[in-house]
Nanobody
């Protein structure tokens, strides 16, 4: 069973930066899709960024130009560099992954527990 563990959340001032990390365990296969979703209080979970093992990416319009997703395929790890953070970026950020799926616009089957990102205005 694939397990995803996030780290790197915290409190940051508006305009600041954070880097989230997610490490996968429980599989020796390369995860084809890895990405990040977020959920703010009272809102639906939404895709932030996703990336295939081949390097194709998809970003939500709200984060384009500010957030960068990257991967270490050898480690089955994914990262999210978040710059120019805004109060509306505050949410619980979830790592998401899938072994076989290739659709960057739909979540994969595995989820992490989430890490809180708080942005102070």
């Amino acid at each position: 069973q694939v397990q995803l563990v996030e780290s790197g959340g915290g409190l940051v001032q508006a305009g600041g930066s954070l880097r989230l990390s997610c490490a996968a365990s429980g599989t020796s296969y390369r995860l084809n899709i890895m990405g990040w979703y977020r959920q703010a209080p009272g809102k639906q979970r939404e895709m932030v960024a996703a990336m295939t093992s081949g390097g194709t990416t998809n970003y939500a319009d709200t984060v384009k130009g500010r957030f960068t997703i990257s991967r270490d395929n050898a480690k089955n790890a994914v990262y999210l560099q978040m710059n120019s953070l805004k109060p509306e970026d505050a949410a619980v950020y979830y790592c998401n992954a899938d072994l076989g799926a290739s659709d960057l616009y739909r979540p994969g089957g595995y989820w992490g527990q989430g890490t809180q990102v708080t942005v102070a205005s």
